[in-house]
């Protein structure tokens, strides 16, 4: 018997790949995959395995596969974009081992990686350094009435609130949606980042209010972030960023700081 391994790819920089995973997937025999996850790796990482690389919405068959080759004996790795555990692939192996009476025989690790939305907070500033909530707009697998259950919640109890899978073509008023019962308890002035392809080619990043934003220009390879009563919108060197402080100021009574910068010459 082979074994198991969810693998988390991380945002999909080289240089955000855990060494963990990186190492998982050099051993491995079988490689099983979103297509656009799989194209991620760097094609002499899989010269020689077998690779199972099929598209959207074929989850289940993915984990079938994976399932059967680490059976006949084959150690197999099943990537995931960000973490295999967050909105991802690792829960599935386990749900599936479980249902199969396989649990207790086949051995399933799980391979942590960088989440997508911590890659996301970062190129925002800090805007994760209190309490946050994430939630999915997908409906395809949790009806709509939880998932605005779950914004309620969130908004009302004034989290920072991560938005992942926020408007597909199919999809188009979902996000609408969740940012109008959050501003239900956040004022127009909440700072909001939106992070398109974060640390892929492509990325986009904006910084922006609830107030100005425009849902209609995301799509599914964004995250949003919106803050909550305390996150602060301010420039920095080079972009406008977000963050949320935690309370120091509050509990220490921060005073104007004593250092200066060198004067320019």
Known sequence: MGSL???GLGPGDPCLLAPAALAAIAKAQAVVGYTRYVGLVDPALLEGKEVV???MTAEVERCERAIELALSGRDTVVLSSGDSGIYAMAGLLWEMLDAGGLAERLPLTVIPGVPAFVAAAALLGAPLTHDFACI???DLLTPMERIETRL?????GDFVIVLYNPRSSRRKDNLAKALSIISGHRGP?????VVRQAFRPGQEVVVTTLAQARPEEVDMLSILVVGN???RLTLATDRKIMYTPRGYRRKYGLST?????PKKR
Do not use: I, M, N
């Not at 309620?152 to 009302?156: Q, V």
């Open 229 to 231: 009563s305390e996150t």
């Open 5 to 7: 391994l969810a693998v």
């Open 152 to 156: 309620e919640c969130a908004a009302r």
């Open 53 to 55: 690389a099929t598209g």
């Open 136 to 138: 999915s707009l997908s």
């Open 189 to 193: 002035d909440t700072p909001l980042g």
């Open 257 to 261: 700081p004593h250092w200066q910068l």
